[in-house]
């Protein structure tokens, strides 16, 4: 019986030449693409594109709603504390007379 022996480099280099001569034969022998096909591709590419690009519209302006969202609370919120400011800065007469108010308002609704 005979011993393994490990392929030397002129083997492995012929094994790689024959692997490559393969693969080009395989591809040249390929039947090249017809007109049709290629429309057809070129078609589903352009829907493809048109699809994403619907999608990045439609992601651009749910971003920009929520931006908008988050300006309006912000705004909104410092109305809120512009208006606590000005509440606390009322003098003792008119936080009474507010107060009253708020009473009398209450007594007429039981009424």
Request: aromatic residues 2%; proline residues 2%.
């Amino acid at each position: 019986m005979a011993k393994y022996q490990e392929p030397g480099f002129a083997d492995r280099a012929a094994a790689s030449r024959n692997a490559r001569a393969k693969a080009v034969a395989k591809l040249q022998a390929k039947p090249a693409l017809d007109q049709a096909e290629l429309a057809e591709r070129a078609a589903r590419a352009k829907e493809r594109e048109a699809a994403l690009e619907e999608k990045r519209k439609a992601a651009l302006a749910k971003r920009e709603a929520e931006r908008e969202a988050r300006l309006a609370k912000k705004q909104e919120r410092a109305a809120a504390e512009a208006k606590a400011e000005a509440k606390a800065q009322l003098s003792e007469e008119e936080r009474k007379a507010a107060r009253d108010a708020k009473y009398a308002a209450r007594k007429a609704r039981k009424k």
